[in-house]
């Protein structure tokens, strides 16, 4: 789909229809052997409703509507948290169908630059979800930047607020059509520009994946710990980040115990000593912001094997 086409309004007939992004979702939704009506109907509010769903889930209004929804979540629960007659330490909760992996600026980088499609089959051997499937880019320079959900829902939010980016189809196409006064198309150079100002600003590059949205891949999101919703629920108890697979190293011979790096991390995992930074090895997601504004280039990002499988964008690429 031509993103000029998907943009530019339609005659009153095409309005009163089904808008031609829907339509693309529920084909391919209609590909995978376990989407349900019930996945393609959460999908759709997801993605047409976002502020209304994602203000819902943070508690910020509508709280009456979450006591509403409450038994439906723990009705879902009991319906599909054991597919397939998966064992008990199987189970996928409500949380797995939701969530982020953190990923380094490079990484994030080069996510919204990819001009090929992609299709790595069992993503178990990349991200450790349950629920992963297949990351698959569909028209992956197709990007969509928008206004974030999370921080529109707040009282004071962190700005900007178009930090969002949605990329590929039919996710690029059915959010602009349905949210146009709050999105816009953006090239990969923009994607880029956004990325690192979000980092200098401190904020966390997070790939983000929903069973609901295909099982794919389907937006990078730049959250900071006091307006994001996942990172919310990360700090509750429900894990919905996980590690981009990497651990921050401080070379103390380098650090000048500025505090720069404490104060930028989201995860609250650097503390300052007398000897220098000290990172909380459990609290670590390496995301890398530490590194990328350290002035004195005194931190790097290690790979750690029992943090879980980055993405590594070579290999995803064959290159």
Request: charged letters at 25%; proline letters at 5%.
């Amino acid at each position: 789909m031509d993103p000029a086409q998907a943009s530019s309004p339609g005659d009153a007939q095409q309005q009163a229809t089904v808008k031609g992004s829907t339509r693309a979702f529920w084909r391919e939704g209609r590909k995978l052997q376990d989407y349900s009506l019930f996945d393609f109907i959460h999908g759709y509010v997801y993605a047409r409703w976002p502020y209304l769903y994602i203000g819902t889930a943070l508690g910020e209004r509508n709280k009456f509507l979450v006591k509403l929804i409450a038994p439906f979540v723990s009705l879902y629960q009991k319906l599909f948290g054991d597919k397939n007659g998966k064992p008990a330490e199987d189970k996928v909760e409500f949380a797995d169908t939701y969530h982020g992996k953190a990923v380094p600026l490079e990484t994030a980088t080069r996510l919204v630059s990819v001009k090929e499609s992609i299709d790595l089959g069992d993503l178990e051997q990349v991200i450790p979800y349950k629920l992963a499937r297949d990351l698959i880019f569909q028209h992956p320079d197709h990007i969509v930047v928008l206004d974030c959900p999370c921080r529109v829902s707040r009282e004071n939010p962190c700005l900007p607020l178009d930090v969002c980016l949605i990329v590929g189809e039919p996710f690029a196409s059915m959010v602009i059509e349905h949210h146009p006064q709050r999105s816009r198309w953006i090239d990969s150079k923009e994607a880029v520009d956004i990325l690192e100002a979000e980092d200098k600003r401190g904020h966390v590059h997070h790939a983000f994946f929903k069973d609901a949205m295909l099982g794919r891949f389907y937006a990078i999101c730049n959250c900071c710990d006091c307006c994001c919703g996942a990172f919310q629920a990360h700090r509750n108890g429900t894990p919905m980040l996980a590690s981009s697979g990497y651990i921050a190293r401080v070379e103390v011979g380098k650090c000048i115990s500025c505090g720069t790096c404490e104060s930028n991390c989201q995860f609250k995992a650097i503390s300052i000593s007398e000897q220098g930074a000290v990172i909380d090895f459990e609290l670590c997601m390496g995301c890398g912001v530490c590194a990328n504004n350290c002035p004195e280039g005194a931190i790097e990002l290690v790979l750690e094997p029992s943090k879980g499988m980055p993405l590594e964008m070579d290999v995803l690429l064959g290159n």
